[in-house]
């Protein structure tokens, strides 16, 4: 696993800025990387930096619809051959799309949790982030932390990570970000990462 240190910016200007930076200070261009984090809830609408492949409380929404369209389909298919009569075999497929609709919706919303959805605060804001592999840096992690704030960056967190052809490969965006530096951070971390 490798230290990793890591500022969050509001675009991709800055973003860059504090790459020129970091090489400028002497961090090989294999060990610094930067990708976009998608805003909260845009569910993989992007290619890097994904989000939740579904809402919290929603995983067995798929299933409760399922049933509910195929018991509701029955039901529809049973009322529709009661208004054959009137209005002849049109009547058997109207009911039947009808019941698989509303029993599909009804069983789908019944079969989702009430599992408390994670207040803004809790979740890594939307943002470019430079990420820097602080064992292969050859510059100290306060050093990192200072260029990252002096370009911007709103908040600097560190981690540990795998780091596999130039980049943070399980970087995870719904973990919580530990941070070091940055006006996000309330009071200043003191255990920034003592490098190897």
Not at 92 to 103: R, W
Request: net charge negative; with cysteine.
């Amino acid at each position: 696993m490798a230290q990793i240190i890591a500022g969050g910016f509001e675009n991709i200007v800055p973003a860059e800025n504090a790459i020129e930076r970091l090489m400028r200070a002497g961090v090989p261009r294999e060990y610094v990387c930067q990708f976009r984090v998608n805003p909260p809830g845009m569910h993989d609408e992007f290619p890097v930096g994904g989000d939740r492949d579904e809402s919290p409380g929603a995983h067995k929404a798929k299933s409760g619809a399922a049933i509910g369209a195929a018991v509701g389909a029955a039901a529809g298919l049973a009322a529709g051959a009661a208004v054959t009569p009137l209005m002849g075999p049109a009547g058997v497929v109207a009911g039947a799309a009808a019941g698989a609709y509303t029993a599909s919706l009804v069983g789908g919303m019944s079969n989702t949790s009430n599992e408390p959805q994670p207040e803004p605060e809790e979740m890594r804001p939307a943002e470019a982030l430079v990420a820097v592999n602080l064992d292969g840096a050859n510059v100290r992690a306060e050093e990192i932390v200072r260029i990252l704030e002096e370009c911007g960056a709103h908040q600097v967190e560190t981690a540990e990570g795998l780091w596999a052809d130039g980049e943070w490969s399980d970087f995870d965006p719904l973990s919580m970000p530990h941070l070091v530096g940055g006006p996000d951070l309330d009071t200043r971390g003191t255990d920034i990462p003592a490098q190897r």
